[in-house]
């Protein structure tokens, strides 16, 4: 029991708010202030303890270039249902995790102005962090979707009692979007666990998906032998149900593991049996995990929780929700949907495509049009996080390029850059947008004006981050934007080119909200005289946000050495998949499977 | 020295030395003396610095180390070259002067990776030869001339109170405002910083990134009145007619990157020592004697592209592939390539139909007109043409011609009837950059290379001038002024250079000129090579030598309406006064690069031969267009066309001076009644075509109409989707509450609970109080009982 077990330092990570949450709870009443500071304090602490895993050779830390899983643990928790307390962490949600607590932090400094509840306020916020964290660290599908419930309730009750005028109707829509997301999950985690076997899976295979652990260096069959015959109950039962020799009296091992069921994925046909209207498992899995997701992202036409959402919920909510709950979204589709289910993704890839560039033409559109500042941060997010979408799904390691796969790990890398960029930007923007607010109490853009010569700094750091969501180069939207667009023409020139249009729009709608609220000779709005320059409390949220917008642009590798070997890794295997997928597809159709026939058309 | 590693480490310093000066004056501008009046000098400092470093890089490293063809006829670098990081140059192809041109010296390498993925690349790195070197030095110049010059425009920004004559307040009164002198140096360091970053960039995305902080930087010296709404609108439009460019580049962008997987422009050795080709050689390989071949992954992706077009048959047809005798394999990638990049070329250059944004820029400070928005930023456009020119083909070549075509001469028009001096020069200089879009189209790219440079000093000081004239009379427009050569003569004698410069005077058939006379005569005689080998193409041919007329015409009106003649206001007149030193010193500087710049001992144009782009020395032929030639650069040269030509640009050019002179000289024809005879068409120019209005209608309003067309659908459809279908809910709920809960559930519970009720009342019958009674009630119970159980047992519980 060290700190340096990865069980106790990634169980501290997630829930040391939620205890923090529990200790408030019981606390006999304080000073709102304390709360506040306790509140603070212990992000604070979450965050250093993220800062831990960058101290390389430390007994637990994050190496750099690696991509596999890392400060992996197991413990069974639901032994009957296969459930187990799994936790760890790769190159696609380490840099998550550090910014979820890393907003977290920010947020909670930039919720001073709170002044309703604050108790209740505080806990609810904290039971987020620790929903959040959870999320991104959870290997078990079971303790994944109880994280993902977490998160929901405390949203809820932020945006419903701290929000702004219609926050109840804000919040209930929030809410049951959300809740049909996840309820569309359940049916599919549960459809994924009655069709898994973990005894289909090799030696080699079960030690990827972190069940047989393997010595470094060791051979992963001699693990399993070993693993076979140790006192876990997993293994056990592993050694009951494959004591029966007949394969087609055998029972089956089902499991929740998520590194298990994309190894199902991509190498059995457990998933492909056919569940309904001649759809297989897998293609009905997707579909509702994918639209699960994208609900949290998210993408045209199951957005519209969000303006309304944003507009309601308070400055530091906002953040968390633009900066980090989007993100599960897109974590969702990379870490769940295209990995557990290659075959229905490469089927619906254009349609995921589709989705995403509708979302970011559609979502520009909408932001040109709003008059209420806050709205057009909000749709600014619908269409950058369409960017996520298009760049996770842009599969052109297809026949017709040879099985390159490097043009979607351009996309796929993109998209992730994407979200910690968006993370920074977006957070940034709404924060700015919070500290107006704040001294005007209104967010009308026509109603705003001649900002820069009152409050200088303040709008010299707000243009700098709407120049960040601008994707401006220098700035971290510019990488992750450009990195998908130009992935994408490989994939589609049709969508390449609608979404390469995409930055005039990103232009005008930013660029003519700047000049309407910080340009022009004078305030045009009521309460003038509220405006006082940008406090040092504000400045340490603004700043941090816009100096990491600055190294991400100018520094991209920064956050790639993290990233890219879990993503290349993931888009290889997917491209591998792809590869044998048509291979198999043409040995049992001699004429050509109907997904290889673009291919022969133009070879002949 | 050793070119290799100091020609990288001098232009990076000089590239880097406005960076930090910006960085600085963020940080400190401030408090730098009093309104940041040492930020000024910084900048100054930085840009002076950068000079030097270009300067030393010029004539310290790179004439010594590459000597200039001996002759004009004789060609093809001989060069001795040490050290390039791969170099192409092969002496033998030096022998025969009709083969192709191998690759200039160069060098290139990469500083940091942006990303890697597999073999793909996106980096920073440098590319330099001798058109980069050119380019840092004629950047670098009037970089220094123009920030000198902006200490002394400036100086009313050091006020505590800046009165803004141009705003005014809800109040009635003007604005005042405290002064922001170091925010425009911080900004025009910035900005040198990204121009540098453009020239000196070895591949595409990296101009891209420097492409788009150029603009960023323009935007904000544009709207550097941000109180002035016109400003704030004016850098608007600019950054988004740029970005509506930008489109186009990254389409371009996306069809090489697809198909040739590199935007290096240059070779370069990896770690591992092998060389990684770049676009230059991939697309102009030197087996086919460096003639444009697109490479094998270009008509993959072509072959790919035309078979997911769903109607696949259809686009066969498209790709006359059918033909034999020619070979479009690849060709239509490539034009899309090279059109896509020209696009984002056409939106910086304010070519036809983006250069509505230019003149409106000229809502900045003058000095940010001289560098920006007509020596420098505008010229990029210009300078990415000759930079990517090996990776046109013919086809984008001619786009590139017309589109130059179009803009000079409807530049021109609109600059006859113009009155805001620095319009008319905003004007001329869309005019000129699309003189040097024309040449480098028809295959002339040392002449367009060279009247960027030569353009980019007089246009320069033509801005600084008419910046100290606005100085002196508070006014931009030249209805206000006249006479002004008595009060101010540096400034008329400097801008009379200038003038004469840009129209190209000097004595016909001879060496002797100004720096405009080379280089514009230049290009009139491509045109004409251009022309006498494409008949059908004549109008590249007259064009040029038409603009020369109008060009003649207004420069000369310009100069007439300010400085000769009577003062028009004479309260103007009386205040106006030549500008301090600080102002003057760079114009005269300027005025000698102006009059000297071309003339040949300087050797700009052999130094720009040096770097003549790899393979573009014989004449091409179209692929998709067979009948298209584009003729080898030399080929102008020859009597036949040079004598022509020369006349024609020499008549013309007199032609228009003569005409202004008799309008606004010597009166002899009155402008105002010019004016009304030609009604129809003074309007029809003085509203610069109409363009503003027309795009107005066809671009922004439908955007803005679309825009709430999604905000309608979001709030009106998918909400109200929504909204129907919880309220549907709700009824169902209340429909399921009425039928179900209340008649099933309720009536089971209800029935339940009456029937307990009743049960009870009846058993309450039972409870007699009688003892004997309830004996006999526990010996019948327990009998029945054991009859129970002695059932069960004999019948349903099977004896083991």
Same mark, same amino acid.
């Given at each position: 029991m060290t700190l340096s077990d990865p069980k106790v330092y990634l169980s501290l990570l997630v829930f040391l708010p939620a205890v923090a949450a529990l200790v408030l709870a019981v606390l006999p009443r304080l000073a709102d202030e304390s709360y506040k500071l306790i509140s603070l304090a212990v992000t604070i602490f979450v965050f250093i303890l993220t800062l831990g895993f960058f101290r390389s050779g430390a007994p637990i830390d994050f190496e750099a270039g690696v991509a596999e899983m890392q400060n992996l643990f197991n413990v069974d928790w639901i032994p009957s249902f296969g459930i187990q307390y799994f936790m760890a962490m790769d190159g696609i949600s380490f840099p998550l995790v550090v910014l979820t607590a890393f907003l977290s932090v920010l947020a909670m400094g930039a919720s001073w102005p709170i002044t309703k509840h604050v108790k209740g306020y505080c806990i609810l916020f904290l039971l987020l962090e620790t929903g959040m964290l959870g999320v991104f660290m959870a290997l078990d599908f079971f303790l994944f979707y109880v994280f993902w419930e977490v998160m929901l309730l405390p949203m809820y009750f932020l945006i419903g009692v701290w929000g702004g005028p219609r926050r109840e109707y804000a919040a209930i829509k929030f809410f049951l979007y959300t809740l049909v997301g996840s309820v569309l999950m359940l049916i599919a985690i549960l459809m994924l666990y009655f069709n898994s076997d973990l005894t289909r899976l090799d030696a080699q295979q079960l030690a990827d998906a972190g069940i047989v652990s393997v010595e470094k260096g060791g051979d992963a069959a001699q693990s399993f032998e070993k693993w076979k015959e140790s006192d876990l109950p997993l293994a056990q039962r592993y050694a009951e149900i494959t004591k029966e020799a007949d394969l087609t009296q055998r029972k089956q091992l089902h499991t929740f593991n998520i590194l298990a069921l994309q190894q199902m994925g991509q190498h059995t046909d457990l998933f492909d049996g056919e569940a309904l209207w001649g759809k297989s498992t897998q293609w009905w899995a997707f579909l509702l995990l994918f639209i699960g997701f994208v609900i949290k992202v998210p993408s045209v036409p199951l957005h519209t929780w969000l303006p309304d959402a944003h507009v309601e919920a308070p400055t530091p909510i906002s953040m968390i929700l633009a900066g980090i709950l989007l993100k599960m979204g897109g974590y969702g589709l990379i870490r769940i949907c295209y990995p557990i289910c290659p075959n229905a993704g490469y089927q619906m890839a254009y349609f995921v495509c589709f989705v995403g560039v509708l979302s970011m033409v559609y979502g520009a559109f909408a932001a040109l049009a709003q008059k209420d500042f806050k709205r057009m941060v909000a749709y600014s997010s619908v269409s950058h996080m369409g960017y996520v979408v298009l760049g996770l799904g842009v599969w052109s390691a297809v026949a017709d390029t040879g099985y390159n796969p490097d043009y979607w790990k351009m996309g796929a890398?993109?998209?992730?850059?994407?979200?910690?960029?968006?993370?920074?930007?977006?957070?940034?923007?709404?924060?700015?947008v919070g500290v107006i607010y704040d001294r005007v109490h209104h967010r009308d853009l026509d109603k705003f004006g001649g900002l820069f010569a009152k409050m200088p700094l303040y709008s010299g750091l707000a243009v700098g981050i709407f120049f960040a969501g601008l994707g401006l180069p220098g700035l971290c939207g510019f990488i992750g934007e450009v990195f998908v667009v130009l992935s994408v023409w490989k994939y589609s020139y049709a969508l390449a080119i609608i979404s390469a249009a995409v930055v005039i729009l990103t232009a005008g709608y930013i660029l003519w909200a700047i000049q309407r609220v910080y340009l022009g000779a004078e305030y045009k709005g009521p309460h003038g005289e509220a405006i006082t320059p940008i406090t040092m409390r504000e400045l340490s949220i603004a700043v941090p946000l816009l100096v990491l917008a600055i190294v991400f642009g100018v520094y991209p590798t920064a956050l790639l050495n993290y990233m890219q070997p879990s993503v290349d890794m993931q888009i290889d295997r997917l491209a591998v998949w792809t590869e044998e997928?048509?291979?198999?597809?043409?040995?049992?159709?001699?004429?050509?499977?109907?997904?290889?026939?673009?291919a022969d058309a133009w070879q002949r | 020295m050793d070119p290799d590693t100091t020609l990288p480490v001098l232009l990076m310093a000089a590239w880097l030395v406005p960076l930090a000066s910006f960085v600085l004056i963020v940080l400190f501008g401030k408090y730098m003396g009093p309104r940041g009046i040492g930020a000024g000098y910084l900048s100054v400092l930085a840009i002076v610095t950068s000079a030097i470093f270009s300067l030393i890089a010029m004539f310290g490293v &790179?004439?010594?180390?590459?000597?200039?063809?001996?002759?004009?006829?004789?060609?093809?670098?001989?060069?001795?070259?040490?050290?390039?990081?791969?170099?192409?140059?092969?002496?033998?192809?030096? #022998?025969?002067?009709?083969?192709?041109?191998?690759?200039?010296?160069?060098?290139?390498?990469? &500083?940091?990776?942006?990303?890697?993925?597999?073999?793909? #690349?996106?980096?920073?790195?440098?590319?330099?030869?001798?058109l980069t070197v050119a380019m840092f030095c004629m950047v670098s110049v009037i970089a220094s001339c123009v920030h000198i010059y902006a200490l002394g425009y400036m100086h009313d920004e050091l006020h505590e109170q800046f009165v803004d004559h141009e705003v005014t307040l809800s109040s009635g009164e003007h604005l005042h405002r405290k002064g922001r002198f170091y925010r425009f140096f911080q900004y025009l360091s910035l900005f040198c910083f990204s121009m540098f970053g453009i020239v000196i960039a070895g591949n595409v995305a990296m101009v891209f990134v420097f492409w788009e902080l150029v603009g960023i930087c323009s935007y904000f010296l544009i709207g550097f009145y941000i109180e002035r709404h016109s400003a704030s609108t004016a850098a608007n439009k600019a950054f988004i007619v740029n970005r509506i460019g930008d489109f186009g580049m990254l389409i371009g962008m996306m069809a090489l990157w697809s198909s040739v997987g590199t935007f290096a422009f240059g070779d370069m050795k990896n770690e591992k020592g092998e060389v990684e080709q770049g676009l230059f050689s991939l697309l102009r390989p030197e087996e086919s004697e460096y003639q444009l071949a697109p490479p094998a992954g270009m008509i993959a992706e072509q072959k790919r592209m035309f078979a997911g077009d769903p109607n696949a048959s259809a686009g066969d047809a498209a790709t006359p592939a059918i033909d034999p005798k020619r070979n479009t394999q690849g060709q239509w990638l490539l034009f899309i390539a090279g059109v896509g990049i020209f696009c984002g070329c056409v939106g910086k250059s304010a070519q036809f139909p983006l250069h509505v944004w230019l003149p409106d820029a000229m809502e900045g400070p003058t000095p940010v007109s001289a560098l920006v928005h007509s020596a420098t930023m505008v010229a990029a456009g210009v300078y990415l043409v000759g930079r990517f020119y090996p990776c046109f083909s013919p086809e984008a070549l001619l786009v590139i011609a017309y589109v130059g075509c179009i803009t000079l001469f409807i530049a021109a028009t609109i600059a006859i009837t113009a009155t805001d001096i620095k319009r008319v020069l905003a004007y001329s200089t869309v005019s000129q950059l699309g003189y040097m879009m024309l040449s480098l189209g028809l295959g002339g790219w040392v002449a367009g290379m060279f009247h960027l440079i030569t353009h980019a000093f007089f246009k320069g000081l033509l801005f600084l001038c008419s910046g100290s004239v606005i100085h002196a009379v508070h006014t931009n427009d030249m209805t206000f002024m006249g006479g002004l050569r008595k009060k101010m003569p540096i400034t008329a004698y400097t801008m009379l250079v200038g003038c004469l410069a840009i129209i190209g005077a000097g004595f016909p058939l001879s060496v002797y000129g100004l720096s405009g006379y080379y280089s514009k005569d230049a290009i009139i005689e491509q045109a004409w090579s251009f022309g006498s080998v494409n008949p059908q193409h004549a109008i590249l041919k007259w064009a040029p030598v038409a603009g020369a007329f109008i060009t003649a015409f207004y420069m000369f009106r310009l100069w007439y309406m300010t400085f000769a003649g009577q003062p028009s206001d004479p309260h103007r007149y009386d205040h106006a006064h030549e500008s301090p030193r600080v102002m003057t010193g760079p114009l005269i500087v300027l005025a000698a690069f102006a009059i000297g710049i071309g003339w040949p001992i300087f050797h700009v144009n052999d130094l720009l031969e040096q770097g003549r782009p790899v393979g573009t020395l014989s004449a091409t032929h179209g692929e998709l267009l067979t009948n298209l030639t584009i003729p080898s650069e030399h080929d102008s040269h020859v009597p036949l066309i040079k004598i022509p030509a020369g006349i024609a640009a020499f008549c013309t050019a007199l032609a228009g001076v003569l005409l202004a002179s008799i309008i606004y000289l010597w009166r002899l024809l009155n402008p105002d009644e010019l004016k009304e005879s030609f009604k129809p068409l003074y309007g029809f120019l003085w509203n610069k075509w109409y363009f503003d209005e027309l795009y107005n209608y066809l671009f922004v309003k439908p955007t803005l109409i679309v825009s709430h067309c999604a905000a309608w659908f979001d709030r009106n459809i998918i909400d109200s989707i929504l909204h129907t279908s919880a309220a549907i809910c709700k009824a169902c709920s209340k429909v399921v509450d009425a039928l179900f809960d209340q008649t099933v559930v309720d009536g089971t519970v209800n029935t339940l609970a009456s029937g307990t009720w009743g049960l009870g009342l009846w058993l309450r019958k039972i409870q007699t109080g009688s003892l004997r009674q309830y004996v006999m009630f526990i010996v019948i119970g327990t009998v029945a009982l054991f009859v129970t159980i002695s059932i069960v047992q004999a019948y349903f519980i099977p004896t083991s």
């Open positions: 890398n993109g998209a992730m850059f994407q979200m910690i960029a968006h993370g920074i930007s977006s957070a940034g923007m709404f924060f700015m997928h048509d291979n198999r597809a043409t040995a049992s159709n001699p004429l050509g499977s109907q997904d290889g026939q673009v | &790179w004439l010594p180390n590459h000597d200039f063809p001996a002759a004009h006829e004789s060609e093809h670098s001989s060069s001795t070259h040490d050290g390039a990081v791969v170099s192409a140059t092969d002496e033998s192809h030096s #022998k025969d002067s009709h083969s192709n041109n191998p690759h200039p010296d160069y060098y290139t390498g990469d &500083w940091y990776s942006l990303g890697e993925f597999g073999t793909l #690349k996106l980096t920073i790195g440098y590319y330099i030869d001798s």
